[in-house]
């Protein structure tokens, strides 16, 4: 049982580039969010899923999309990496009342 | 609006001493309020649930719904917890989603 695991740990991008982060979880959860972690502001969520093929914006969307085709994975892409995009992301999963459960993060800086 | 505060970014006390980790929210309802714990690049843990009302590590937190508060507090600080502790809030009917303050890193000193 691997929780929630995220792919890559680490990535360098170019202004410009692309890329998507793959989110899986193995606890059959039906909820499933992508956070950044940047200094000074705590975790700021960037969307989110609430089932199977349905996404919705969360607090900071702009400059990120997302998809959810199969319950156990979230993907979340960058069409066109900036600067203002290097931070820490998280994944997270929930099901009934016990808390999300956190991905191990992935550090992408963009220069 | 829905705002989680934190009003400290630093915490430093030493070991054995008491700790209380500040947290102030704002909500019109009954929300659900947890808090978070994240070792040095680690990912972030679930420490506390304020629906569950239980003591784990020695941390407590109470919901103060008067005062809009739900401060964490542990009566003999440990080395080992040294960590950013993170308050959060959940909303009825949002998708469970979390609104987080912005962290209270804690340096607990031998």
């Known amino acids: 049982n691997a929780g929630v695991t995220q792919t890559p740990k680490f990535r360098v991008l170019k202004t410009g580039q692309s890329m998507t982060l793959l989110c899986a979880q193995d606890?059959?959860?039906?909820?499933m969010y992508w956070y950044r972690q940047d200094p000074g502001m705590g975790l700021r969520l960037i969307h989110y899923?609430?089932?199977?093929?349905?996404?919705a914006k969360g607090e900071v969307p702009d400059g990120y999309n997302v998809s959810r085709l199969k319950k156990q994975n979230f993907l979340l892409g960058l069409e066109s990496a900036a600067p203002s995009q290097t931070s820490v992301y998280f994944c997270?999963?929930?099901?009934?009342?016990?808390?999300?459960?956190f991905g191990p993060g992935t550090r992408l800086t963009v220069l | 609006a829905q705002r989680v505060t934190q009003p400290e970014k630093l915490l430093s006390v030493f070991k054995g001493a008491p700790v209380e980790l500040k947290c102030n929210y704002s909500?019109?309802?009954?929300?659900?309020l947890f808090w978070y714990v994240q070792y040095s690049r680690q990912r972030l843990q679930l420490l506390l649930r304020?629906?569950s009302r239980e003591s784990i590590k020695g941390f407590t937190a109470d919901l103060n719904k008067g005062e809009t508060s739900f401060h964490l507090k542990k009566p003999f600080a440990q080395e080992e917890d040294s960590a950013m502790y993170y308050c959060a809030l959940s909303g009825y009917n949002q998708g469970g989603k979390l609104i987080f303050g912005q962290g209270t890193e804690l340096s607990v000193k031998p």
């Open positions: 899923s609430v089932g199977e093929g349905t996404t």
């Open positions: 909500y019109s309802g009954s929300p659900e």
């Open positions: 606890m059959n959860h039906e909820y």
């Open positions: 997270a999963s929930r099901q009934g009342l016990v808390g999300q459960f």
């Open positions: 304020h629906i």
